[in-house]
């Protein structure tokens, strides 16, 4: 079997077993409590150790972190060393949404949403949602939950099953309405949350 191959069957591996491990060993920063959904050996680009996050951070599938500009070839054959390359650093308690594409020397602020399919090509100041190419603030975090809570149906803990028929109302035309008795709010601190503000608290 040619050794491209088998390389890519032992990421895959890797990658199913623990994604989070598969990403520190490329030399990813990966902090506590990350997701990384449906990565695989291009999502953090050709320079992966130049990609850090905090806690708490989901990224979700077909992300591409890409760390150098590739633009520069056409300009190699009058200066063929050339590279022009940038870190990309990603605090805490971010969501970057599916496709997203985040280019290099961008730093993304704590608390952050960045929108699906978003190109994230400057900063994004912590505390804000941005969405769209170039990804723009849309609104504040304040905003997004006051407008989140609004929308929400308070299933997150539900198995599978007890999601399924909470949400019968919605898959179901003519009837919009989930169970309320599988979808009443439970105010709790989520363990990551109590942990990581412990630890901001700590480094100020
Ligand atoms: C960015 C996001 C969080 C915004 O949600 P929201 O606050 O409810 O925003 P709204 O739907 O009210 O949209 C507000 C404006 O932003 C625009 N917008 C929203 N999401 C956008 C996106 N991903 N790209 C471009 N524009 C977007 C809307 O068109 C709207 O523009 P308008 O005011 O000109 O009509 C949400 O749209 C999103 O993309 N979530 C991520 C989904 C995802 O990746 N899921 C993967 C699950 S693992």
């Known amino acids: 079997m040619p050794r491209r191959l088998i390389r890519r069957l032992r990421d ?3 990658i199913v077993r623990d994604p989070v491990t598969f990403a ?6 990966v902090g506590r409590e990350c997701r990384l959904i449906a ?7 050709s320079e992966p150790y130049l990609v850090a996050m905090g806690d708490h951070v989901t990224v979700a599938a077909g992300v591409r972190f890409i760390t ?3 633009g520069v ?3 190699r054959y009058r200066h063929p060393d050339i590279d022009v390359v940038g870190r990309i650093t990603i605090g805490s308690n971010v969501f970057i949404g ?14 952050c949403v960045i929108g699906a399919g978003s190109v994230v090509t400057r900063d994004v100041p912590s505390r804000t949602v941005v969405a769209g190419s170039p990804a723009r603030v ?5 905003e997004y939950e006051c407008r989140s809570m609004d929308k929400a149906l308070h299933i997150h803990r539900l198995n599978p099953e007890e999601k399924r028929r909470a949400l019968r109302g919605l898959a179901a035309p003519g009837s919009a309405v989930p169970d309320p008795d599988l979808t009443r709010a439970t105010l709790v601190t989520p363990r990551w949350a109590a942990a990581w503000r412990g630890s901001a608290r700590r480094s100020h």
Do not use: Y
């Open 39 to 45: 990565i695989d050996r291009n999502t953090f680009g």
């Open 12 to 14: 895959r591996l890797a």
């Open 68 to 70: 150098h500009d590739g």
């Open 138 to 142: 849309i609104r504040t975090l304040d």
């Open 24 to 29: 520190r060993r490329v030399g990813v920063g």
């Open 73 to 75: 070839w056409v300009l």
């Open 98 to 111: 599916i496709n997203t594409i985040v280019l290099p020397n961008v730093t993304i602020g704590d608390d």
